[in-house]
């Protein structure tokens, strides 16, 4: 994927198209994982009103807890960019919008990460060894690193994707196929 700017001076977009789509690009972006995160919290909320949930000891209890806490903390940080919209949109402040809204997304995403872990943990353990639990919930943790991190950052084209496409639709258009 290639920076902001570079597909702003590709485009050719001006600053307030640039922001429109950045803006655009990041409430979408938040609309499919706040849907995920409402899900797994609903999920989460539930449990204490199983009968079983008595039966657990204080470390499941605590897992549970940091799972539960780490979900609605995500969810909290993952809504709010649309509150700052509602409030700061009309005022032209939208690249301050986009600014903060991405460092919240990206702290929810944080926050979702150890609230999966943690609930992982937390089944895991209940159908094996500790120490496989948590193994598996490393592995997890691995996983959300390389591909909500690392891969987004290291895994990037080296030549921007519009570039490349613009430069071999100019070279096609110097060089027509014959149909021949």
Known sequence: MIDDVT????????????????LAELLQEL?????GVQ????????IPF???FLDLGTTEKVLYTVAVVDIAIAMILLMTPVALHRAWFERGL?????????????AGMGFLALGLMSALVLVLEMMMPWVAAIALSAVLG???LWFWL???ICGRPKTP?????SESQTTSAEHPRSNH
Request: hydrophobic letters at 45%; a positive charge.
């Open 150 to 152: 690392l891969l987004p």
């Open 50 to 52: 199983q009968a079983r």
């Open 7 to 22: 597909h702003a001076e590709l485009t050719g977009e001006s600053p307030s198209q640039r922001a429109n789509r950045q």
């Open 94 to 106: 939208k690249p301050e919008l986009i600014q903060r809204s991405t460092r919240l997304a990206r």
């Open 142 to 144: 691995l996983c959300i």
């Open 31 to 35: 609309r499919v994982v706040q849907m």
């Open 161 to 165: 994707v519009l570039q490349a496409e």
């Open 39 to 46: 899900i797994l919290l609903a999920f989460l909320l539930a």
